[in-house]
């Protein structure tokens, strides 16, 4: 039954949608409720912690994905074809100083 409580306190959205303040928090209480030892309650701790920082990270990188997705069928220009654009401006006008002179 601990087992999967502790799984299901783990669930991913779940637990990236959350502060990390929040998740230390839940974890405390969590422990303390459970009457789990230091050593257990330790490992549970850093547990929660790392699956956070992981399923955080997936989410920023699916939510980045999704926005290039976006940006792309919306037909948006993006930092490297505007940097692309200014870059044959630059030769452009290089090449119209040069023939003036």
């Keep these: 039954m601990f087992e999967y409580m502790k ?7 779940g637990l990236a949608l959350r502060s990390k ?3 230390e928090e ?11 030892d230091q050593e257990q309650g330790k490992k549970f701790f850093e547990d929660l912690l ?7 990270a997936k989410l920023d990188e699916k939510i980045e ?9 919306l037909d948006v220009p993006v930092a490297s074809d505007l ?7 630059d030769k452009l006008a ?8």
């Design 7 to 13: 799984k299901s306190f783990l669930t991913g959205v």
């Design 94 to 101: 290089r090449m119209i100083e040069k023939d003036k002179k």
């Design 65 to 73: 994905e999704q926005i290039r997705n976006v940006l792309t069928r």
């Design 83 to 89: 940097k692309e654009l200014a870059d044959r401006i």
């Design 26 to 36: 839940l974890a405390k209480e969590f422990v303390k409720k459970s009457e789990m």
């Design 21 to 23: 303040k929040e998740v």
């Design 50 to 56: 790392a699956k956070y920082d992981d399923t955080r």
